[in-house]
């Protein structure tokens, strides 16, 4: 399932329903949640990203991803108390400073834009979260200039977000709306393979792009898997804590 | 023209635009060709080894000659074949990858690249065909070109590769004019978010343009705060080396300070 043509989305399956009650808010918690989960994933898929990579691009988006990550985390984890916001900024950052190729930038760039976009509200609803991913579409786009079709990150990023709006204005949950932005990700992801890359290293090689996954486009559908699976988790501790945290808000 | 050799070229594009092997009929459909016609240009094809066929799929890929073909082209290429020791020291001293290219139309053929000192792994780009506009190699090259054929590259398409490639038509003649007040052409995340390139023209007997050489890698390294000194001095004077090597006497070298 690892030719370089094939979709393998190892992460790509629905997470089993943990309970029936919805979380409707993200905090602090959620978001730590969140980045270990991108990072367990990126630890799992690096040579699998790498792959991908090495077929249009210069093998380095997986060792890249996962160093940034992994530099993520440890700084996270010093940072003790921290709003969503601050979370996110901090990991843009390190993103930036410690990730070279296109992914640290674009990532770095996303994250800071999410996390000043929430400034530093302490919890906050699926509408909330939304415009904070819109932030980052329109960051990851200032700095590429990718648009759908061009076979980057965008094709994931962008069909993602406007899933999740979708699910949100037709009365859905967070639960739904990242369930709806992981499949919405993941088919984004999947459509970039017979995509010609107009952007990036792999636009170097013309139609030669043709018939290979984008990496990028791979990764950003690998963060959305971990956000779902990130906001159940959190809403199953909650559970677990006794609603001692609060499980709903706007 | 004859038809019939355009559609054998037709047919080695489509087998060569994506890595998915092709059946008859795909190809046919493809190029809206008679499968009976299209299996006749195959087997020609297949008898020069110009194209293969899988033998549990029976379906079409390309052949062993082409990569021999392409091997031929590259050393038909009077500027790889002397740019090759150059090239080597350039990413020695300077500690980054290396690339030659030409100017084909609107786009830089990089025909020779070094890697990176430093034991990573990176991908062979020879063969990557970049928009001039979006690289120093493409810039350090149309800043020596006539006027006319100049022109006729700031008119045609100019894609934007990133937030920051020069698409305007006054701020690429101003970064062409700096390369001749330079020697060096500077490239900033132009064509790929956090890479940059510096690039200096190469010239032969005549003092016309035949390619370009220069150093490409992460903008922090290459262009710590403006471009980094040394990195400018080696490309430099790796062009100028060249260029000598290309026939290009002191006096016939625009731009290069000397």
Request: hydrophobic share 45%; proline share 4%; charged share 20%.
């Amino acid at each position: 399932m690892m030719g370089t043509t094939a979709a393998a989305v190892p992460w790509g399956r629905l997470m089993p329903e943990a309970g029936r009650e919805a979380a409707r808010i993200v905090d602090s918690a959620c978001v730590r949640l969140w980045l270990g989960e991108v990072a367990a994933r990126l630890e799992a898929e690096r040579d699998f990203l790498t792959q991908l990579d090495a077929a249009i691009g210069d093998a380095d988006h997986g060792v890249n991803m996962h160093r940034g990550f992994t530099a993520v985390m440890a700084r996270v984890s010093a940072v003790e108390e921290a709003t969503p916001g601050q979370l996110l900024r901090v990991a843009g950052r390190t993103f930036v400073s410690t990730v070279g190729g296109a992914a640290g930038p674009l990532y770095g760039t996303a994250f800071l834009a999410a996390g000043g976009a929430l400034g530093d509200t302490e919890r906050f609803g699926p509408r909330v979260l939304l415009d904070a991913l819109r932030a980052s579409l329109e960051g990851v786009q200032r700095v590429g200039a990718a648009s759908v079709g061009d076979k980057t990150m965008v094709d994931a990023l962008s069909p993602a977000l406007d899933a999740y709006e979708l699910e949100l204005r037709v009365g859905g949950s967070l639960e739904t709306a990242v369930n709806g932005a992981r499949e919405a990700a993941v088919a984004g992801m999947r459509a970039t393979i017979p995509l010609q890359a107009r952007k990036g290293r792999a636009s170097y090689l013309g139609p030669r792009s043709v018939g290979h996954q984008d990496p990028g486009a791979t990764s950003t559908a690998l963060m959305f898997a971990a956000l779902e699976q990130a906001v159940i988790a959190d809403r199953s501790q909650r559970f677990a804590a006794g609603a001692r945290r609060p499980v709903s808000g706007s | 023209m004859i038809q019939s050799v355009g559609r054998a070229a037709r047919i080695l594009k489509a087998l060569g635009s994506e890595s998915a092997r092709l059946g008859v009929t795909e190809l046919a459909e493809r190029l809206g060709l008679a499968k009976a016609t299209v299996y006749g240009l195959l087997r020609t094809l297949e008898a020069h080894q110009l194209v293969e066929q899988d033998l549990e799929t029976g379906k079409y890929r390309l052949g062993p000659a082409l990569l021999q073909l392409g091997n031929a082209f590259l050393d038909n290429n009077e500027l790889r074949a002397r740019s090759l020791l150059w090239a080597e020291t350039l990413a020695g001293r300077a500690r980054e990858a290396v690339h030659v290219g030409v100017l084909y139309g609107a786009n830089v053929l990089l025909v020779h690249h070094v890697f990176r000192p430093d034991n990573s792994l990176q991908i062979l780009q020879v063969g990557a065909s970049i928009p001039w506009h979006a690289c120093a190699l493409g810039k350090a090259s149309v800043a020596y070109l006539e006027p006319e054929a100049r022109a006729e590259l700031l008119a045609g398409p100019l894609p934007r590769l990133t937030g920051r490639t020069l698409t305007a038509r006054p701020a690429l003649e101003a970064a062409l004019a700096a390369v001749v007040e330079t020697g060096v052409a500077v490239e900033d995340q132009e064509a790929i978010v956090g890479e940059a390139g510096i690039a200096a023209a190469l010239f032969d007997h005549r003092g016309a343009v035949v390619g370009a050489i220069g150093l490409a890698g992460p903008v922090e390294r290459l262009l710590p705060h403006g471009p980094a000194t040394e990195a400018v001095t080696a490309v430099k004077e790796a062009a100028r080396g060249l260029s000598r090597e290309l026939g290009a006497g002191r006096p016939a070298l625009p731009g290069t300070g000397a």
